[in-house]
């Protein structure tokens, strides 16, 4: 347990809190033993009211963009990246009847080991600062990877009547070296151009920039 502990940068005082928040349900069905779904559940609520209060502090954006950036901050999409980052995925215990870890599972496990830290007394705004919370750009570049500007720019464009299109203006390259430069035109008007490794993302760079 000293190598998660020090991933986690917290040392347990009840190490059975951290085996517990390690084990999936799947590996004590037969055996009735504890598993982290009581602590996700606490984990989950916790880890709301931190990112809450981050957003509250450091974004002046109106409640209802406040609740949008904490979703797209706490999806399980998100939240696994993180366990996988630090190699805290190695540490979980499933059963013989789970063979792949899901991205929910490595969700559910950071939030039960959010709870743990918190029921053991440690600093757990610290461990959510240090992994999910890690800088203000850091904030921003997750923030950005979770929005879709497409379907964004769409709804704003339908509401205008506006018509548009993203036009394929060239293609440069083969297989993972192919570039896409895409034009996104709008009433007729090219209004942006961006290019990008495929299709989609060029048409995503285009729309945030007319959003922006």
Known sequence: MKKINEILKHNFKDESLLKTALTHS???ADTGEANYERLEYLGDAILGVVVAKYLYDNFDIDAGNLSK?????????????????LGIDEYI??????????????????????????????DYVQYVQNTLLKSKQH?????????????????????????????????????????????LIID???????????????????AKMILK
């Open 26 to 28: 799947s590996k004590t």
């Open 69 to 85: 950036y904490r979703a797209k901050l706490v999806n399980a999409k998100v939240l696994a990246s993180v366990v996988r980052e």
């Open 93 to 122: 215990c499933v059963g013989k009847s789970v063979k792949n870890l899901s991205e929910n599972i490595c969700a559910d496990v950071y939030e039960s080991l959010l709870a743990a830290i918190y029921l053991d007394g440690g």
């Open 139 to 183: 904030v921003l570049d997750i923030l950005d990877s979770e929005t879709d500007y497409k379907t964004e720019l769409q709804e704003k464009l339908f509401k205008k009547h506006n018509t548009f299109e993203y036009k394929l203006i060239s293609k440069h390259g083969e297989g993972v070296d192919s570039m896409f430069e895409v034009a």
């Open 188 to 206: 007729g008007v090219e209004k942006s151009r961006a290019s990008a490794k495929s299709i989609r993302l060029a048409e995503q760079t285009c």
